[in-house]
């Protein structure tokens, strides 16, 4: 092909680059000169075009680009016809779009003036749905190169899997804290993501958050279903927790526990009696595209899919910071465990002690707010806040030297979430948790708490922690940062257990024994746990 200016009288056929008027009448980009239009032109003054004239051997855009896109259809992709050098390619059927980058890259790379542009591998699409574009770049390109740019992909460069429809098992595991609405929720956001399939929800059993409730719930659907779901009221956080466990006590086996992708890391994958079963990370509890997506669209398409492909899914797995994250995951400067930061609640009234202050009583010989702030100003927190209101002055002598620091409540009477609120706020910026702590809790020992701080940092620092004991939720709690702007909301005598039972970010609990809950509110219940009251 030669472009540029041509001579009028030499331009017949040739392919015009730019519009221009002749006699009245438009002619536009790419149109193939006539020998009407030559003799409007030369009326016109017209002495020379810029334009495209083919040689032998050359194919113009149109044609170029159906003969390739002609050698790329596979069954379930369809071409349509060809305008201004491109021809676009559809999904027939829903399905999940796969594609060898490597091949694209070698057609690519034949000719700039040649082009192939593809959805991202596993792509899932709808019906309909474009996939790709062949785009001819210049008016015309030689048959040569096109036949080149063919013979460097003799086999498919891409594919359609077709979704296919399953019956699917679903376990929601169930705790006090967890309220039924957002298990609701998750059960219609659950079905809509399975609807792309063609698939739906059998039947869904909702046991507690135990091993061997979740293994009977897996054995009771096995038969009738071709794939389980199971999310969790708690967050995963290790290889042999409920989930996992319950899925080889089930006959199962575990695949794998954590993937590369964010948001979905505490993705599990396993089998029982050769049918998938994915323990679903707590972000499928939302409609946005996660890890879960990733694993379940193979699967939906009849895909196997192993460790090693998991394994693989890092490179393009960073999906989006979740909007509620006020800062990106990776710590900066100090570990990790050095963003939870303590808060320990010391502003109470003790008003069913009479005239004693509670948090004075001697444990050991030692003040029982002296003996939890110990702890936690031991525990591994980067800094710690004690919140002082009831007796500020006597209360913040006996924590004189352990290095907390200190931020008074005037608001103190007006019930707990004055001083959540005042203990949030005087937190750093870098704070990733809080680690809220109980004044009166003289049970609570630094194992428990460097327990608590484990699991979130474990968990990324996006879930709620939470101490309990037998099954029954009490405190300490972690707060993740994402969940600070709620409790700044907070009014009259609540704490913490009203955000938490939102829903909003995944709970983990973590056994710490009887201490979990005792409190001493009484002067019965502070002599049955060993302390002493005094003036």
């Given at each position: 092909?030669?472009?540029?200016p041509?001579?009028?009288?030499?331009?017949?056929?040739?392919?015009?680059a730019?519009?221009?008027?002749?006699?009245?009448?438009r002619?536009?980009?790419?149109?193939?000169?006539?020998?009407?239009?030559?003799?409007?032109?030369?009326?016109?003054?017209?002495?020379?075009?810029?334009?495209?004239?083919l040689?032998?051997?050359?194919?113009?855009?149109?044609?170029?680009?159906?003969?390739?896109?002609?050698?790329?259809?596979?069954?379930?992709i369809?071409?349509?016809?060809?305008?201004?050098?491109r021809?676009?390619?559809?999904?027939?059927?829903?399905?999940?779009?796969?594609?060898?980058?490597?091949?694209?890259?070698?057609?690519?790379?034949?000719?700039?003036?040649?082009?192939?542009?593809?959805?991202?591998?596993?792509?899932?699409?709808?019906?309909?749905?474009?996939?790709?574009?062949?785009?001819?770049?210049?008016?015309?390109?030689?048959?040569?190169?096109v036949?080149?740019?063919?013979?460097?992909?003799?086999?498919?460069?891409?594919?359609?899997?077709?979704?296919?429809?399953?019956?699917v098992?679903?376990?929601?595991?169930?705790?006090?804290?967890?309220?039924?609405?957002?298990?609701?929720?998750?059960?219609?956001?659950?079905?809509?993501?399975?609807?792309?399939?063609?698939?739906?929800?059998?039947?869904?059993?909702r046991?507690?958050?135990?091993?061997?409730?979740?293994?009977?719930?897996?054995?009771?659907?096995?038969?009738?279903?071709?794939?389980?779901?199971?999310?969790?009221a708690?967050?995963?956080?290790?290889?042999?927790?409920?989930?996992?466990?319950?899925?080889?006590?089930?006959?199962?086996?575990?695949?794998?526990v954590?993937?590369?992708?964010?948001?979905?890391?505490?993705?599990?994958?396993g089998?029982?009696?050769?049918?998938?079963?994915?323990?679903?990370?707590?972000?499928?509890?939302?409609?946005?595209?996660?890890?879960?997506?990733?694993?379940?669209?193979?699967?939906?398409?009849?895909?196997?899919v192993?460790?090693?492909?998991?394994?693989?899914?890092?490179?393009?797995?960073?999906?989006?910071?979740?909007?509620?994250r006020?800062?990106?995951?990776?710590?900066?400067g100090?570990?990790?465990?050095?963003?939870?930061?303590?808060?320990?609640?010391?502003?109470?009234?003790?008003?069913?002690?009479?005239?004693?202050?509670?948090?004075?009583?001697?444990?050991?010989?030692?003040?029982?707010?002296?003996?939890?702030?110990?702890?936690?100003?031991?525990?591994?927190?980067?800094?710690?806040?004690?919140?002082?209101?009831?007796?500020?002055?006597?209360?913040?002598?006996?924590?004189?030297?352990?290095?907390?620091?200190?931020?008074?409540?005037?608001?103190?009477?007006?019930?707990?979430?004055?001083?959540?609120?005042?203990?949030?706020?005087?937190?750093p910026?870098?704070?990733?948790?809080?680690?809220?702590?109980?004044?009166?809790?003289?049970?609570?020992?630094?194992?428990?708490?460097?327990?608590?701080?484990?699991?979130?940092?474990?968990?990324?620092?996006?879930?709620?922690?939470?101490?309990?004991?037998?099954?029954?939720?009490?405190?300490?709690?972690i707060?993740?940062?994402?969940?600070f702007?709620?409790?700044?909301?907070?009014?009259?005598?609540?704490?913490?257990?009203?955000?938490?039972?939102?829903?909003?970010?995944?709970?983990?609990?973590v056994?710490?024994?009887?201490?979990?809950?005792?409190?001493?509110?009484?002067?019965?219940?502070?002599?049955?746990?060993?302390?002493?009251?005094?003036?």
């Open positions: 092909m030669k472009f540029g041509i001579a009028i009288d030499e331009a017949e056929g040739a392919v015009l730019h519009s221009m008027l002749a006699g009245g009448a002619l536009r980009k790419a149109h193939r000169l006539t020998a009407e239009d030559i003799a409007l032109l030369q009326a016109e003054g017209v002495s020379t075009v810029i334009a495209a004239k040689e032998p051997g050359d194919l113009d855009e149109d044609r170029a680009a159906a003969r390739l896109a002609e050698h790329l259809v596979v069954d379930g369809v071409a349509r016809a060809p305008a201004t050098g021809v676009n390619l559809y999904a027939e059927k829903a399905g999940l779009f796969i594609v060898d980058r490597g091949a694209v890259d070698r057609l690519n790379a034949v000719d700039p003036a040649i082009t192939l542009a593809t959805l991202p591998d596993y792509s899932a699409v709808a019906e309909g749905q474009m996939v790709a574009t062949v785009k001819i770049i210049p008016f015309a390109v030689s048959a040569g190169r036949d080149e740019a063919m013979e460097k992909v003799r086999a498919s460069v891409f594919r359609l899997a077709p979704f296919r429809p399953h019956a098992g679903m376990v929601q595991t169930a705790l006090p804290s967890l309220k039924d609405s957002v298990l609701d929720k998750t059960a219609r956001i659950t079905g809509d993501r399975l609807a792309r399939s063609g698939s739906r929800v059998t039947r869904e059993l046991p507690a958050h135990e091993t061997d409730a979740v293994a009977r719930a897996l054995r009771a659907l096995r038969d009738e279903s071709d794939m389980l779901l199971v999310f969790g708690s967050a995963v956080c290790d290889a042999d927790d409920v989930i996992p466990a319950a899925i080889r006590r089930a006959g199962g086996t575990v695949e794998r954590g993937m590369p992708v964010d948001p979905g890391n505490l993705l599990v994958l089998t029982i009696d050769g049918k998938p079963v994915i323990g679903a990370p707590g972000c499928a509890r939302s409609p946005k595209t996660n890890g879960f997506d990733w694993v379940l669209d193979r699967l939906m398409a009849g895909l196997a192993s460790s090693a492909d998991i394994a693989g899914m890092g490179v393009g797995g960073l999906l989006a910071e979740i909007p509620t006020p800062q990106p995951r990776e710590g900066k100090e570990p990790r465990e050095l963003a939870v930061w303590g808060v320990l609640l010391a502003a109470g009234q003790s008003r069913r002690m009479g005239d004693h202050n509670k948090l004075l009583a001697r444990f050991d010989g030692v003040p029982l707010v002296r003996r939890t702030g110990a702890a936690l100003a031991k525990a591994r927190v980067g800094g710690a806040v004690a919140v002082l209101g009831h007796e500020a002055e006597r209360v913040h002598s006996a924590l004189d030297g352990l290095g907390l620091g200190i931020a008074f409540n005037e608001a103190y009477e007006d019930g707990l979430s004055t001083s959540l609120r005042t203990g949030i706020a005087a937190l910026e870098g704070a990733a948790g809080a680690l809220v702590m109980l004044a009166d809790m003289p049970e609570i020992g630094l194992e428990d708490l460097n327990r608590l701080v484990d699991a979130f940092v474990k968990a990324g620092g996006n879930a709620v922690v939470r101490a309990t004991h037998n099954g029954k939720r009490g405190n300490p709690v707060l993740p940062r994402a969940l702007a709620e409790v700044a909301r907070l009014q009259g005598d609540t704490g913490a257990r009203h955000v938490v039972e939102q829903g909003l970010v995944s709970v983990i609990d056994e710490t024994g009887a201490g979990a809950h005792l409190d001493v509110d009484t002067p019965e219940a502070l002599e049955k746990a060993g302390g002493v009251l005094i003036q």
